[in-house]
C-alpha cells in the first residue's frame, strides 16, 4: 500500500487534467459563437462609414462561410486556453507557496494574491498570445468568400517569391493585370516590368495591399511572411490586460474566501485563527455534522 500511493497521486493529478480539459474544451464550444461575432463586429466598426450592425454581421457570415464560420478557429482558442489557465494558475500556486513558506497559519496576504495574480497574468499573456493571433485570424477569414484559384503549380511558377514568403497563395491575375494597364501609361525604363514587381514583397497581391487575414492565417504563413515576432504582436497590451485581470481575479477571490471562512467562525468559541488552521477547523466540524445527520 505505502508504494501504491504515488500511482495514486498520478492518478488523481490525470483525473484533473482531464477533467480541466473536458471543462475548458465544453465552455469554449458553448461561448465560441458569442466571441466571434463580437470579434466581427469590433472590426466592422473600422474602415467603414456605415457600421455593421449584429444583423448584418451574421448574415454576411453566413452567406460566406454558413454555420460553421462560428466556430471558425475554434481549436486554437481551445490550445491557448489550456496552456494558459495552467499558466495562471500554477504560477500564483508557486508564488502564493513562497509567501506562505514559514508560516505557521498559512495565511495568504491580500497584497500577495495581488501580485501574485500580476505575475500569473503576466505569464499567461505570453502563452495565449499566438493562439489568439491565428484565433482572431481565422474569425476575420469566415466573413471572407472563398474566391476562385487557378493552378497552384502554375502561380508558384509565375511568382517565385511566394514559395518563400507565402506558399501556397495563389494572386489574383485580375488585379496583376489591372496594376500593369495602369503602369502602362509610363514611358517604359525597364524590359521586365512585370518580372520585376513579382520579386518584391510589397507586391505579393499585384496591388501593394497586404494579403488578407484569411491567406496568412497559418502558423507556417504568419512566420515565413511576417517573422517570429508576428506570433507576440500586441503582446503588451495583452500583458495589461491580464495582470489587471489576474491581481482583481485572485484578490478577490482571497477576500470573499476570507470573509466566508470569518463568517462561518463567528460562533465559534475560542475564535479560531485565520488561514489553515480555520479551514481545517470548519471543514472537521461540517464533516462532524454529517456524520451525527
Not at 509567501?99 to 491580500?110: F, L, M, P, S
Not at 514611358?187 to 496568412?216: E, R
Not at 478577490?252 to 475560542?270: D, G, I
Request: aromatic share 10%; glycine share 10%.
Amino acid at each position: 500500500m505505502v508504494g501504491g500511493s504515488k500511482p495514486l497521486g498520478e492518478s488523481v493529478f490525470a483525473v484533473h487534467a482531464v477533467a480541466g480539459a473536458a471543462a475548458i474544451s465544453a465552455s469554449a464550444v458553448a461561448v465560441y459563437p458569442l466571441d466571434t461575432v463580437k470579434t466581427l463586429l469590433q472590426l466592422g466598426a473600422t474602415g467603414q462609414k456605415q457600421k455593421m450592425g449584429l444583423r448584418q454581421v451574421v448574415d454576411r457570415l453566413m452567406a460566406a462561410s454558413g454555420p460553421a464560420g462560428f466556430y471558425n478557429g475554434i481549436g486554437w482558442s481551445i490550445l491557448g486556453k489550456l496552456p494558459g489557465l495552467g499558466a495562471r494558475f500554477g504560477t500564483y500556486e508557486l508564488l502564493t507557496a513562497f509567501y506562505k513558506d514559514g508560516r505557521e497559519d498559512n495565511y495568504v496576504y491580500y497584497s500577495e494574491a495581488m501580485k501574485a495574480g500580476i505575475a500569473a497574468g503576466a505569464v499567461e499573456a505570453v502563452f495565449c498570445t499566438p493562439f489568439e493571433l491565428f484565433k482572431l485570424r481565422n474569425q476575420v477569414s469566415s466573413v471572407i468568400p472563398s474566391k476562385a484559384m487557378g493552378p497552384a503549380n502554375v502561380a508558384q511558377e509565375s511568382f517565385p517569391l511566394l514559395s518563400k514568403l507565402l506558399p501556397g497563395y495563389v494572386p489574383d491575375i485580375r488585379v496583376w493585370n489591372n496594376t500593369m494597364s495602369l503602369l502602362s501609361d509610363l514611358s517604359p525604363k525597364h524590359p521586365d516590368m512585370l518580372g520585376a514587381l513579382k520579386q518584391h514583397p510589397w507586391m505579393l497581391t499585384g496591388s501593394g495591399k497586404p494579403p488578407l487575414p484569411s491567406d496568412v492565417h497559418l502558423p507556417s504563413r504568419v512566420i515565413l511572411l511576417e517573422g517570429w515576432g508576428a506570433l507576440w504582436r500586441g503582446l503588451r497590451s495583452g500583458i495589461a490586460r491580464d495582470c489587471v485581470f489576474g491581481g482583481m481575479f485572485f484578490s478577490t477571490w482571497q477576500f470573499l474566501h476570507t470573509v466566508m471562512l470569518t463568517w462561518k467562525a463567528v460562533n465559534m468559541s475560542p475564535k479560531p485563527r485565520y488561514g489553515m488552521a480555520l479551514a481545517n477547523l470548519i471543514l472537521s466540524n461540517d464533516r462532524d455534522s454529517a456524520v451525527t445527520l
